[in-house]
């Protein structure tokens, strides 16, 4: 598998067309599936690699065959491989200061918001939940000095603030450790 340049991430409201979509996504172009697997409620979710070109391909044909079962979609250049870690859920850091979560109602607002929040500030991402086994919705989980935390929440809600409708978000200074373990299972 190439270094990763670019994602893109595809959320769709059926699995039957998801799997369908994925399919096509990968004969369109040279990409590397990082991820397709349905969710909550009845969603499927697709991410890949690549280089920009090649994942733009991707996502314009998933977009096209996906229609009117598509809810969300992004390509994001530049990826902070920290956001592939975190998806596929990474490890607590040894000293947590303080925790930002964000919250979203779609998994593409979550993605976002954490690509943005790390080349932000200087946290690291603990977690992306996407929205499996909590009713389609997804959040962000990171971590760093509280004024990093602080940078990082804000621009993440701004950078996803028009893709995707938020919840909420917190910045919690000096967690309990029996928290910052639970938010990683």
């Given at each position: 598998m190439k270094p990763i340049d670019s994602i893109g991430f595809l959320e769709l409201n059926s699995i039957a067309k998801g799997i369908e979509t994925v399919d096509y996504m990968l004969k369109a172009a040279n990409t590397n599936l990082l991820?397709?697997?349905?969710?909550?409620?009845?969603?499927?979710?697709?991410?890949?690699?690549?280089?920009?070109?090649?994942?733009?391909?991707?996502?314009?044909?998933?977009?096209?065959?996906?229609g009117r079962y598509v809810v969300g979609e992004l390509v994001i250049p530049r990826v902070s491989p920290a956001v592939i870690r975190a998806v596929n859920m990474s490890d607590i850091p040894e000293q947590v200061?303080?925790?930002?979560?964000?919250?979203?109602?779609?998994?593409?607002?979550?993605?976002?918001?954490?690509?943005?929040?790390?080349?932000?500030?200087?946290?690291?991402?603990?977690?992306?939940?996407?929205?499996?086994?909590?009713?389609?919705?997804?959040?962000?989980?990171?971590?760093?000095?509280?004024?990093?935390?602080?940078?990082?929440?804000?621009?993440?809600?701004?950078?996803?603030?028009?893709?995707?409708?938020?919840?909420?978000?917190?910045?919690?200074p000096n967690p309990r450790k029996e928290l910052v373990e639970s938010l990683i299972q």
């Open positions: 991820m397709a697997k349905a969710s909550c409620p009845g969603k499927y979710y697709i991410m890949l690699s690549g280089d920009v070109d090649s994942v733009e391909r991707s996502i314009q044909v998933g977009s096209e065959l996906g200061l303080a925790v930002g979560v964000l919250e979203y109602y779609s998994a593409v607002g979550s993605i976002i918001a954490a690509d943005c929040a790390i080349k932000a500030a200087d946290v690291q991402l603990i977690s992306i939940q996407l929205g499996t086994g909590i009713a389609g919705k997804s959040f962000v989980v990171l971590t760093g000095d509280v004024d990093a935390v602080e940078t990082a929440v804000e621009a993440g809600a701004q950078a996803a603030k028009e893709e995707a409708l938020m919840i909420n978000k917190v910045v919690l």
